[in-house]
């Protein structure tokens, strides 16, 4: 039988000619990643191991992002301890200056190619689908392991086709589509899988809401997932590396074997809203009409990129967040934020009352600038809204995209965001 495309990332890797979902396999890793709050463990295991020095210094991505900047002086020793690492093991790739968030930075950086196998202390490192590569989340050991052997053992997944049919309706983007998902599958559903994402609606995506979409693949219990490679994807990989990147291109076979097909017609889908708590209690937004809100929160790893401010700023341009709301926005990274003053987003953010953050994952994992207190709602664009997920545990967190966030933060309350932009009368 054929293969998929995450058999054929990981038999490539592991210098098999196929394998086959089940299988172990001893595979090399193209990029490591670490990050401030993982990075000290894994330094810790690493030297208990014995190893003196990583077996490839150019493969590690060490990223101070989670405490950036630091809120307080433990936070501040796990960066130095990072930059320590950095010196001692000669790893070039070191962003602990609030350069930005992991899972953006490195494809920002030039660091993620198409068919690339990527390991990272961060649960959402699965990200990397957008691009047409595999990326997982492991422990601190595995990775520290990995730094010193150059390999790691996986079992290969098996996978989920997932297939968007229809055309993208107004205000629907990366993140109602994984939702929509997620309300299907259940947040066990995709457990040790690897989600394959195509279809019409898929292709329409910018690499932006690709991975809005593929981040939240974990929230499904999956290992991993692929955006499989199209026109959008090839003039990406060939602007961001050269024809080159594109070598390494893989699909999957027309025989591959999947587990099971999710079919999903997006052609009436309406913006969806994950209620809390869980990120696949889902509804349509306007069943939610009427909600009061405390905080708006648009960033994350994955939902702080330019797409996402050019949509909150297309909804507060011109207008005025709520009394009593606090909006924060928080671009991934340094770059998106500078591309954003260019343009005029953050005049029209910081006009419209929002408050414009550093590049950090800060509120969004309860750390630090925006956590939220008790009782308190927020509509936010990132990835989880367990209880106590953003500060006190009787908090509560309605995720959705940029466009119903924005929306929201102007009305006070949770919206469509057509009833804001386009001045509709609210429905009672």
């Given at each position: ?65 989670h405490y950036s900047p630091p809120p307080h002086p433990e936070a501040a020793a796990l960066l130095a301890k990072m930059e320590r690492f950095a010196r001692d093991m000669e790893v070039q790739h070191v962003f602990t200056t609030g350069q930005g968030i992991e899972h953006t930075l490195l494809p920002e950086r030039g660091l993620l190619k198409p068919g690339n196998l990527v390991i990272g202390t961060d649960s959402h490192t699965c990200t990397a689908g957008a691009f047409s590569a595999l990326g997982t989340g492991m422990g601190s050991s595995d990775v520290a392991a990995a730094m010193a052997l150059g390999e790691m053992w996986f079992m290969v997944p098996e996978t ?269």
């Open positions: 039988m054929g293969m998929t495309a995450a058999e054929k990332i990981f038999a490539a890797h592991a210098g098999l000619a196929a394998v086959s979902a089940g299988e172990i396999v001893v595979a090399k890793p193209d990029r490591m990643m670490l990050h401030d709050i993982t990075g000290e463990l894994a330094f810790a295991i690493f030297r208990s191991m014995g190893a003196t020095e990583v077996c490839d210094p150019d493969k590690v991505v060490l990223v101070g992002d989920i086709r997932a297939t968007y049919v229809g055309r993208r309706p107004a205000w629907i983007t990366g993140k109602d589509l994984i939702l929509a998902l997620l309300a299907r599958i259940t947040v066990d559903g995709a457990t040790y899988k690897c989600v394959e994402f195509d279809g019409e609606a898929i292709a329409s995506l910018n690499m932006d809401e690709r991975m809005a979409l593929c981040n939240m693949t974990v929230e499904g219990g999956a290992k991993t997932c692929f955006v499989a490679p199209d026109d959008t994807l090839r003039a990406w990989a060939v602007g961001k590396h050269g024809e080159g990147a594109l070598d390494h291109l893989v699909e999957s076979d027309a025989n591959a074997i999947y587990s099971q097909h999710q079919v999903i017609d997006v052609s009436e889908l309406e913006p969806q809203c994950a209620v809390p708590f869980s990120p696949d209690n889902v509804v349509p937004v306007g069943e939610l009409r009427g909600t009061r809100v405390n905080q708006v929160y648009i960033g994350n790893c994955s939902n702080g990129t330019m797409t996402d401010l050019r949509q909150a700023a297309s909804v507060l341009r011109g207008r005025k967040v709520a009394p009593g709301v606090r909006c924060i926005v928080v671009p991934a990274t340094q770059r998106i934020a500078a591309q954003a003053a260019r343009e005029g987003i953050m005049e029209t953010l910081l006009e419209a009352g929002a408050i414009v953050g550093p590049s950090t994952c800060g509120a969004c994992a309860g750390l630090h600038m925006g956590v939220m207190s008790n009782d308190e709602v927020a509509v936010a664009t990132t990835n989880r809204n367990y209880r106590g997920r953003m500060g006190a545990f009787s908090s509560r967190i309605h995720l959705a995209n940029a466009w119903v966030a924005a929306a929201s933060a102007v009305a006070g309350e949770i919206v469509h965001p057509g009833e804001v932009v386009t001045g509709e009368a609210m429905a009672a």
